[in-house]
């Protein structure tokens, strides 16, 4: 039998359950995927390139409006709409009233109630106001970010929280502060990488004083991330004693609008 590093075996996993690329996984997979939860950045990063290609490629031939409404479009396409089943399920959770076994009888349920769509609804058009704001080069420094911190949110959220019984409850009860430090250094380097590169190639169209308020958007959008991924685990916490799939899928959604919303709120101040 072939030897396969337990970290690219984590990696298959991650991909195979996080994306629809059709890659034939095995429990193993599935058991490294969970122990080192803390690589989904890197699953992040494949999200932010193909996000900006959609972007890119839209904002150049057709329109910007046109270009957000897909690039969303695809990356739930993408992911099989887990995510995004995840923030309806959690916003349904939070609205119910009652006892906490009744929050999570909301969550689990398989109906979408008012909370859920609303919650859905509403996140959708914020992330879309904030894909709308940007241009693509703007779009290759905090688009493809973004994506990155998300998952890095999702960490945070992890490491705090208390697992469920369900598919995530391995991911978070292997997920530990360790891990948490663990993916702020992936998360790091594959910002750096992000930065470098869209400075290449947006060097004929910025300053440097342009240049830097994209990095320290970066910056804000890193300490964003995990500050949001502590903040949606004490909601969960509160509401439901656990911190399962949906809402990790719910930070994930939240998180996207949250960073992106302090990259640019940072940008346009620095611009002043």
């Known amino acids: 039998m072939k030897y396969e590093p337990s970290i690219f075996v984590a990696l ?33 990063l494949y999200y932010g390139m193909f996000a900006a290609t959609i972007f890119t490629l839209c904002c150049e031939y057709i329109s910007k ?110 997920t530990t502060k360790k891990s948490l430090v663990l993916s702020s250094i992936v998360t790091i380097i594959l910002l750096t990488f992000v930065y470098s590169v869209a400075k290449f190639i947006g060097v004929e169209f910025f300053n440097e004083s342009i240049e830097n308020a994209y990095l320290i958007g970066i910056v804000v959008g890193f300490f964003a991330s995990i500050c949001w991924g502590f903040f949606m685990s004490y909601i969960a916490e509160k509401n439901f004693g656990i911190v399962n799939g949906d809402v990790l899928g719910a930070v994930n959604e939240t998180a996207r609008v949250v960073v992106l919303f302090c990259m640019i709120v940072t940008l346009s101040v620095m611009r002043l």
């Open 65 to 174: 409006i046109i270009a957000a409404t897909l690039t969303l479009l695809l990356i739930g396409v993408m992911n099989r709409f887990l995510h995004f089943d995840g923030v309806v399920d959690f916003g349904d959770g939070l609205i119910v009233a009652g006892k906490r076994e009744d929050h999570i009888r909301a969550l689990k349920d398989t109906v979408i109630g008012a909370g859920g769509m609303a919650t859905g609804l509403m996140v959708t058009l914020l992330a879309f106001s904030e894909y709308v704001f940007l241009s693509s080069i703007s779009f290759l420094f905090f688009g493809i970010s973004t994506e990155i911190l998300i998952k890095n949110a999702q960490v945070s959220a992890a490491a705090i929280g208390t697992p469920g019984d369900g598919m995530a409850g391995d991911s978070v009860k292997f």
């Open 12 to 44: 298959k996993g991650l991909f195979s359950f996080f994306t629809i690329l059709p890659i034939n996984i095995e429990k193993k997979h599935i058991d490294e995927m969970n122990k080192r939860f803390w690589l989904i950045p890197i699953i992040g």
